[in-house]
């Protein structure tokens, strides 16, 4: 009988490529019978387009088809098949063929009657060199893999025929059979439909052959076969497309006993998967995996209808097609050989060893630590730390975590409302060291000067390659300023704010091009935000900047401070959205400390405090003026600052730029939180500490400083010395404050009230004591203290900004009041009514005897009191002489009063407890997922090898010789944490040190999530891949229909192997 073909070409919108594709087939040296045009939802220009190119039929639809139902409503013009001598050729718009295609697909196929399917060789259509599909397969678990895919085409696969499945682009198969297995499964979009068509024609008993002589070019438009392309769009696409296909596939070939479990297991299976996926740098595909398991669980219909389809159709068992499969180490395999290829192929900057050790940073950290301790030798015995902003935190683990997120602040007399971010901060600290979570404060303080050294050093790898000057910048930041302040001061929040920037700048220069960064720099955001929120603001303008200069790792850093914004939400609702208090915001967290705001000259030197005071009592002892001192000082830091200035004349001007805008931006933000009073402290109004923001500052200065010696290089040495001794004579009052006795950190007791009432308040937590501080003016502060009293992790801005609880405060001020004056008012209903167990008097001790004495004569006698004015003298007299308290006596902190009546505990607010929920869920959710992305992987750090450390100047550029494993033994670790898993390109700012990288903008990431869908998964060889975590559920979901499958087919699987069984 005389062979006819029929020609089905499927168009949608692209008209230009449709003539080309009809064109082809026009030429082609085996005319096809007949040609038929199927318009699937298309213009008129579509239309046009096939009557130009004089087809025998138009079929149109309304609908947007798949391609294989588009395939279907062709076929409905086509009279049924009366033998094997009928054929169908498959074409889309996009997808023109080689003039002798149609001759090589039917001599394929005439050559055996077994064979029921051809395909040819796909390649690209814009460049016929690169192979684009040369069959197709799956794994023992069924994911898709394609045998052959962006490779350049030297005939070396031209010898390959035996395969399982092919795309159906080009696709030349027995019309008689397609009729008898149903066609494409209409459940299966452009991705897999093949695969499936594939797969039943084998378990019918026929052969699926390759005829790589027939050539078909192909454009990816993603009529026929995924769409191709690194748009967001599109990759999310192909990735759904892939993974639906993949589960309606598991769903239809699972035997009937397995199919519950399987449907079960598509959801978990999505968490743990995109689990995976965030660890693999590849959170974009989050979305796609959910969304393709949501739709495979509930919105697959056709499922049943596959599968009873398949058993119709089915001649042969499962067992038959298993030596076609790929097994996992043969896919793995040839993930390493791809990567290895794509080592050679591209070019790329080959990244220094890091030189820790034998650059001497090992070194100077050591040192560090040494000097450390012995200028704060008085604390390493202390298991807390007292003084300043340093306070005790509660004793348990539970405890610290309880004072987080939503619920009942127990601060004042209590109100409902958020933690302050710094809470969360101060739980990770003390959960570091569980077993004492205060004594985190001590290692904080004893480790700060190795940790301040280790930060600088790695920062400045980013701006130098010559471990001189990197220990330079070490120093530097060491020696800053306001870090030595915050220190001498008590200030833990603006201690982690500078130890952390340092980390931040590492992770934020690389933000753009990697997720893992991108991630890293989140986290270390909301923790820098959550210690000052006044950094907030330039933080965002350089997000911003960032933003604006990212290329197309846009949306990474577009989702870097999502962490710091969920972080925050709850103390936005109340402070801004329910109480419009928006500056309350930027309160600085942790206990209040009364600060003055300095002025220019200490801020453009870097001192939050008086600059020229830190020497006033050297200064009185030598005996030099202050005018001298006024002159001698901004000396010192004038080598700093011509550096500085330098790095806008040598290599790396425009970074040195953006860093001396960074020093601004922190300078201005002191200035303005000097002037921004926002809280109180006592009723005493306070500032915002300007120490903070002064860190970012001298980040600026130093890193501009840095990048102008690196410009000089060796010129760079003496004055790089100049500036360090300089810095160092400078700042030697502050960092040697706790030898000069000038530091307000001690070792502390772990109290803030007597140990009476700390025993109490461990019995039973609901006490309450009333502390009265007699002040100079005249006054008095009152305080109600719940419990153990004042604790770092229950301190409140918005019992500092706000008055949540002022009817409450008026009745204590009330009632402390009465207490210290002889009103004759009976205090104890108030007493009892308030909660109030005990009464301290924060004073010098008296002789409370003689107080007794003094007041039953009616006045107390002024000469004998030993108080620090008339006031305590009053108050003390007063309170002895009350019968509604007891005196229980003198304390190290004051005299101490007990309530003689029962006290009834006040009725709390009550907590909404779905709030309490969601707001800790959400953090944990948040930073879990930042947290995953940001951990390093094999894949990540090999990226990182093949990228310059440095960033803002040209890196000398080569390709790779080959591969060295000696090399990737020795990768790096510590940069690592933040270095880019993928080929993004540095941020604009960052000068031309991206040249070399500008050819694959998109990188490895891009890359990553093709090979995610296509089967070729470079980018996760470290570990398990995404699929493997599924094999718990069923061993081989495909295998098991009946029982056939059996082990692979014996072959090495070192072996090459990129077809099937020959």
């Known amino acids: 009988m005389e062979t006819r073909v029929t020609v089905l070409v499927v168009a949608h919108s692209s008209a230009d490529r449709l003539r080309r594709t009809l064109a082809a087939v026009e030429a082609q040296t085996r005319t096809p019978d007949r040609v ?11 239309l046009r ?30 009279d049924e098949p009366v033998g094997d001598d009928e054929y169908l050729w498959f074409l889309a718009q996009d997808t023109a063929p080689e003039p002798t295609a149609l001759a090589e697909l039917l001599a394929g196929v005439e050559v055996a009657p077994s064979v029921a399917v051809a395909g040819p060789k796909v390649v690209d259509a814009d460049d016929p060199r690169r192979i684009r599909s040369l069959g197709e397969t799956m794994t023992t678990l069924g994911r898709t893999v394609e045998l052959v895919t962006d490779e350049l085409d030297q005939g070396q696969h031209d010898g390959e025929t035996d395969v399982l499945a092919v795309s159906p682009i080009g696709m030349l198969v027995r019309a008689k059979v397609f009729e008898d297995l149903g066609g494409f499964d209409a459940a299966l979009g452009p991705v897999d439909d093949g695969l499936d068509f594939g797969v039943r024609v084998r378990l019918a008993g026929s052969r699926v052959t390759l005829v790589p002589e027939a050539v078909v070019g192909s454009a990816g438009d993603g009529v026929a076969g995924a769409p191709r392309g690194r748009r967001w769009g599109t990759t999310q696409r192909r990735a759904r497309l892939a993974r639906s296909a993949e589960l309606h596939r598991r769903l239809v070939y699972a035997p009937a006993a397995l199919l519950p479990l399987h449907w079960l297991s598509i959801l978990p299976l999505a968490v743990l998967r995109s689990i995976a996926l965030l660890v693999l740098k590849r959170p974009g595909l989050v979305g796609s995996e959910f969304r393709a398991a949501f739709k495979a669980a509930f919105a697959d219909t056709r499922v049943f209808a596959a599968r009873s389809n398949l058993s119709r159709s089915r001649r042969v068992g499962w067992s038959t097609i298993s030596g076609l499969r790929m097994p996992w180490r043969e896919l793995r395999r040839r993930r390493e050989l791809e990567r290895e290829v794509e080592g050679d192929d591209q070019a790329f900057v080959e990244r220094t060893d890091l030189r820790f050790f034998g650059g001497g940073g090992a070194w100077l950290v050591l040192g560090s630590a040494v000097v450390g301790l012995v200028l704060l030798l008085p604390l390493v015995p202390a298991t807390v730390l007292d003084g300043g902003g340093l306070l ?19 601060v004042g007399t209590g109100f409902v409302g958020a933690s302050d971010p710094f809470t969360v901060v101060v739980a990770v600290l003390g959960t570091l060291t569980f077993w004492d979570p205060s004594f985190s404060l001590v290692l904080l303080w004893l480790l700060a000067f190795p940790l301040a050294t280790l930060g600088g050093w790695l920062a400045a790898t980013r701006l130098t390659e010559r471990s001189g000057f990197r220990l330079v910048g070490a ?11 915050a220190l001498a001061d008590g200030r833990p929040a603006a201690v982690i704010v500078h130890l952390v920037l340092p980390w931040l700048f590492l992770a934020g220069t690389s933000a753009a091009r990697s997720w893992a960064s991108a991630a890293a720099s989140s986290i270390l955001l909301a923790v820098v935000a959550a210690c000052s929120p006044v950094l907030a603001v330039p933080l965002a303008i350089l997000w911003l900047f960032a933003l604006v200069s990212a290329g197309r790792g846009v949306l990474r850093v577009l989702l870097v401070p999502v962490p710091t914004l969920v972080l925050f939400a709850p103390l936005i609702w109340q402070q801004g959205v329910v109480s419009s208090r928006w500056t309350a915001l930027l309160a600085d967290p942790g206990a209040g400390v009364a600060t003055s705001a300095v002025g220019p000259a200490s801020i453009l030197s870097g001192f939050p405090i008086d600059r020229d005071s830190t020497w006033s009592a050297l200064a009185t002892a030598w005996g030099v003026s202050g005018n001298v001192l006024a002159v001698v000082l901004p000396v010192l830091l004038v080598p700093m600052a011509l550096l500085a200035l330098a790095g806008l004349f040598v290599r790396g001007q425009r970074r040195t730029l953006v860093l001396l805008a960074v020093a601004l931006l922190g300078a201005g933000t002191a200035v303005a939180a000097g002037s921004l009073t926002i809280a109180t402290l006592d009723g005493v109004p306070i500032s915002v500490w300007q120490g903070s923001a002064l860190s970012l500052y001298w980040l600026g200065l130093s890193g501009a400083a840095l990048s102008g010696l690196d410009g000089l290089g060796r010129r760079g040495v003496v004055p790089a010395l100049v500036a360090v001794v300089g810095l160092a004579v400078m700042v030697a009052p502050l960092a040697a404050a706790k030898p000069f006795d000038t530091s307000v950190v001690v070792a502390g007791s772990g109290r803030t009230l007597p140990a009476y009432v700390d025993a109490a308040a461990t019995e039973d937590p609901d006490i309450a004591t009333l502390r009265i501080t007699p002040l100079a003016d005249g006054s008095i502060a009152v305080r109600y203290l719940a419990g153990r009293g004042d604790l770092l992790d229950d301190q409140s801005t918005v019992s500092r900004t706000s008055d949540p609880t002022a009817q409450t405060d008026a009745r204590v001020a009330e009632l402390a009041g009465n207490l210290v004056s002889r009103s004759g008012l009976d205090a104890a209903p108030e007493l009892a009514a308030l909660g109030i167990d005990f009464v301290l008097l924060s004073t010098e001790p008296f002789e409370v005897a003689e107080l007794a004495d003094e007041a039953g004569s009616g006045e107390p006698d002024t000469d004998a009191r030993r108080g620090p004015d008339e006031l305590a003298a009053d108050a003390a007299a007063a309170l002895t002489a009350n019968p509604a308290v007891e005196y229980v006596g003198p304390t190290d902190a004051g005299e101490l009063w007990r309530n003689v009546a029962d006290v009834e505990r006040p009725q709390r607010e009550g907590v909404d407890p779905l709030w309490s929920t969601i707001v800790p869920v959400s953090w944990i959710v948040v930073f879990l997922i930042a947290l995953l992305i940001a951990v390093p992987t094999a894949a990540s750090r090999e990226a990182a090898r093949r990228r310059s450390r440095t960033v803002g100047i040209r890196p000398a550029s080569r390709r790779r010789a080959a591969p060295d494993e000696d090399d990737a033994a020795a990768i790096e670790t510590l940069p690592d944490l933040v270095e880019p898993a993928d080929g993004q390109s540095d941020p604009d700012w960052a000068d031309d040190a991206v040249s070399a990288d500008g050819a694959g903008a998109d990188g490895a ?34 295998d098991a229909p009946d029982g056939e499958a059996g082990p692979d087919d014996g072959r090495d699987a070192s072996a090459p192997r990129t077809g099937g069984a020959r």
């Open 36 to 46: 038929i045009g199927v318009a699937v939802d298309a213009k008129d220009e579509i």
């Open 49 to 78: 387009a096939f009557d130009d190119g004089r087809v025998d039929q138009v079929v149109t639809t309304t609908e947007n088809l798949s391609f294989g139902r588009a395939i279907a409503a062709g076929l409905r013009v086509v």
């Open 392 to 410: 005790p935190m509660s004793r348990s683990v539970s405890e610290l975590w309880a004072n987080v997120g939503w619920g009942w602040r127990d």
């Open 475 to 485: 120093v530097l930041w060491t020696l800053s300023p306001t870090f030595l302040a």
């Open 1005 to 1038: 990431d891009a890359d990553a999530v093709g090979d995610s869908v296509s089967g070729d998964s470079s980018g996760d060889s470290d570990g398990p891949s995404i699929d493997e975590l599924e094999s718990g559920v069923s061993a081989d979901p495909i």
